[in-house]
């Protein structure tokens, strides 16, 4: 079955502890990105990646890292996080681009940071 | 950056029909439409193209105005599926999700 998967789904940790979300696709998408969802916000991009080894600045990209060291793997790592990034996090990715292709989401991660 | 979409929200009868505009202040190459149900992923509706080609949920309809830089998504006939958040969303070199508009189908 062709789909993005997170992991883990919920997660609760304290400030300042580093983390790591996963994100695989198995549908060798060349296009991944990473977005937050917050009430009265929105869904808003951190980072995205146009292939492997290519990553770039979304919208609201600080507090965040990423790689793309393998085409169906791009984690976000949260070196530090903060009360600020509690948050639902979703993976998303596409064939080639967001310009003519969909994107297919993850589940989705609810983090909580104490 | 961030499109803006209307209305806000808006509930309906089931068998109504309803329209959800998306305007961005930014040139639109495209726009996507989803579909988001309370604490679930967004679902893809459809894609509408410069130049007028889309691609999508045949059930739905929409529409592309490049000069304007809107779009507008028209939900006929309402089911009570249809409920949910809709977000459009403008490509460039970033993604850009809209302000949302929370649909309501009511019996």
């Known amino acids: 079955e062709a789909q993005v998967t997170q992991n883990p789904r919920y997660l609760i940790t304290v400030t300042g502890k580093k983390l790591t979300v996963t994100c695989s696709q198995n549908m060798n998408h060349e296009y991944m990105s990473w977005y937050r969802q917050d009430p009265g916000l929105g869904l808003r991009q951190i980072y995205y990646?146009?292939?492997?080894?290519?990553?770039d600045k979304g919208d609201v990209p600080e507090g965040y890292k990423v790689s793309r060291k393998e085409k169906r793997n791009f984690p976000l790592i949260l070196e530090s996080p903060s009360p600020n990034q509690t948050s639902l996090y979703f993976c998303?990715?596409?064939?080639?681009?967001?310009?003519?292709?969909?994107?297919?989401f993850g589940p989705g991660t609810r983090l909580l940071v104490l | 950056q961030q499109p803006v979409q209307s209305p806000q929200a808006v509930i309906l009868r089931e068998g109504e029909d309803a329209v959800i505009n998306c305007s961005s202040s930014k040139a639109l190459y495209s726009v996507h439409w989803y579909r988001q149900k309370h604490g679930e992923a967004p679902v893809f509706l459809m894609i509408?193209?410069?130049?007028?080609e889309q691609k999508g949920h045949e059930k739905i309809s929409a529409s592309f105005n490049e000069k304007k830089q809107q779009s507008s998504l028209y939900l006929t006939a309402s089911q009570l599926s249809y409920s949910g958040t809709y977000f459009c969303g403008t490509t460039g070199n970033q993604f850009y999700f809209g302000t949302g508009t929370s649909l309501t189908v009511i019996p």
């Open positions: 990646s146009m292939n492997v080894e290519v990553t």
């Open positions: 509408l193209l410069k130049g007028g």
């Open positions: 998303a990715s596409s064939s080639s681009g967001t310009w003519g292709e969909t994107q297919y």
